[in-house]
């Protein structure tokens, strides 16, 4: 599966942001696509996650309440939409597939497939 994001940028803080990762391939129906983030100098941190079959979804504690994920099934697209955004926000934003076979899995050594990134800046 091919994982080409956009979005992104400066965001001031209590803003929102909305990520968008168009994904690729045969078994993509298959694939949970989740969301992570690194700020420098830290692991990459699971957000949240989707399953492409059922829609259903999956938010870390840190940005619960705040975040959305949500599909379009054209093509089909991936969005994250964070809103209230605080300083602690900023980083890279990634997204990422694995296929689906038993429960979510938050660690992203689970996930094969990767998109370029997308750096987020939220200023206080």
């Known amino acids: 599966v091919e994982l080409v994001q956009s979005g992104g940028g400066l965001v001031s803080a209590g803003g929102s942001l909305r990520l968008s990762c168009a994904a690729s391939?045969?078994?993509?129906?298959?694939?949970?696509i989740g969301w992570f983030r690194q700020a420098p100098g830290k692991e990459r941190e699971f957000v949240g996650a989707?399953?492409?079959?059922?829609?259903?979804?999956r938010n870390a504690d840190s940005v619960n309440g705040r975040c959305t994920i949500s599909k379009e099934n054209t093509k089909p697209t991936v969005y994250l939409q964070l809103n209230s955004l605080k300083p602690e926000d900023t980083g890279v934003y990634y997204c990422?597939?694995?296929?689906?076979?038993?429960?979510?899995?938050?660690?992203?050594?689970?996930?094969?497939?990767w998109g370029q990134g997308t750096q987020v800046t939220v200023s206080s």
């Open positions: 990422a597939g694995r296929v689906r076979i038993i429960g979510w899995r938050f660690d992203a050594s689970a996930y094969g497939s």
């Open positions: 989707i399953n492409i079959n059922s829609g259903l979804t």
């Open positions: 391939g045969r078994v993509v129906s298959r694939y949970d």
